[in-house]
């Protein structure tokens, strides 16, 4: 699973304070006029928060973080006009991050001593995130992009068009003549011009994919025609790309098209992953590495001594304090999270794979 790297610096950050912990979920809309109640909403669950704390936790533990997050509510522009689908807001006193999701979320309004992570890390389990790149012979469109929706977006260090860098082009060069052998000869020169220059841009892709996919820790998708695909997996020698492709270029696909074609691609791989850590779990059971009963890992986890926690998340819980606090102890210790919503089960169910 890859996760927003601020998420491990947040629980890290929180290890020794005990102040409250606020957990906010909620959808919210890219465009008008359905963002006009995102702050609505957002208020709605603030008061939610408030009664929670107020509750719970003495004022001067809380009122400081609790300004900051109500000071949302009118930045109409600076805030609310970037949503996308969903909205995560984790506050305390020592940081306030802000996570911005290609999916709705169940709106949540939770206060407790550690984060409630659970929904969050399902979101990043369930999304196979990938960088979409949209190949034509001389130029290229980044997306970022899951098996439910996709962004446009623009690298600064990566060129999107063979002209931005090369200057010796002569794909253009008018050598041809009225008729006969002369223009059939300045063609084919023409032609085979052109394949040396696509060559060489995706020579130069390849390179800026390869450390584009290791610095933000996802695999590359290519769309395009499958002649470009061909050329371009001939050319290239990085490992970072995903075997299966999007055979058609998306530019002029419309949106709904270009989301049903990542559906078609990604969920066969997102079930795979799923399918892994299953294999995973029976494997560890066989090797008496496995834990089942919440308070044994509890135990365990403040031991360090889990490799993966795993969760199927169901529609209730009755450890749901005590999952969060898993979790924290996970993150601090270094192991790794799985949290897989679990839509034929309702309860959740957490496994613990150790180290010893």
């Known amino acids: 699973m890859t996760v927003d790297k601020r998420l491990p610096r947040l629980v890290k950050a929180n290890e020794e304070t005990t102040s409250p912990k606020i957990s906010i979920y909620m959808t919210t809309h890219r465009a008008a006029p359905e963002n006009q109640q995102d702050p609505i909403r957002y208020e709605n669950l603030l008061n939610e928060v408030k009664t929670q704390l107020e509750t719970n936790y003495p004022d001067s533990d809380w009122q400081r973080t609790f ?3 109500s000071k949302l509510i009118d930045e109409k522009v600076d805030f609310w006009q970037k949503n ?4 995560v807001i984790l506050a305390s006193d020592q940081l306030i991050e802000i996570f911005r999701l290609r999916q709705e979320q169940e709106e949540i309004a939770y206060v407790g001593d550690y984060f409630h992570l659970v929904p969050l890390l399902a979101y990043y389990e369930e999304a196979f995130d990938v960088i ?5 012979k001389d130029q290229v469109q980044l997306y970022l992009a899951d098996q439910y929706s996709y962004e446009p977006t623009e690298i600064d260090e990566i060129k999107s068009s063979f002209y931005d860098i090369y200057d010796d082009n002569d794909s253009e060069n008018k050598q041809t003549t009225s008729r006969g052998q002369g223009s059939i000869h300045s063609n084919q020169s023409k032609s085979a011009q052109v394949e040396r220059d696509r060559d060489k841009y995706f020579r130069y892709l390849d390179q800026e994919f390869d450390k584009l996919a290791k610095e933000v820790e996802r695999k590359i998708l290519l769309a395009g025609t499958k002649e470009n695909i061909a050329a371009f997996k001939k050319e290239s020698s990085s490992k970072v790309y995903l075997d299966t492709a999007i055979e058609q270029p998306i530019s002029g696909e419309n949106h709904q098209r270009i989301k049903a074609l990542l559906a078609e691609t990604l969920s066969p791989l997102a079930k795979d992953n799923v399918k892994s850590i299953e294999d995973n779990i029976e494997e560890a059971r066989g090797a008496s590495l496995l834990m089942e009963e919440v308070e044994d890992i509890q135990l365990a ?48 169910s957490t496994y613990a794979l150790l180290r010893y």
């Open 67 to 69: 300004d900051h997050l």
């Open 132 to 136: 979409l790149a949209d190949i034509a």
């Open 301 to 348: 986890a403040k031991e360090g001594r889990i490799a993966e926690l795993v969760i199927f998340y169901g529609e209730t819980s009755t450890y749901a304090s005590l999952i969060d606090e898993l979790i924290h102890q996970t993150i601090i210790n270094g192991g790794e999270i799985s949290v897989i919503p679990a839509s034929s089960v309702s309860e959740t």
């Open 84 to 87: 996308k689908e969903g909205l």
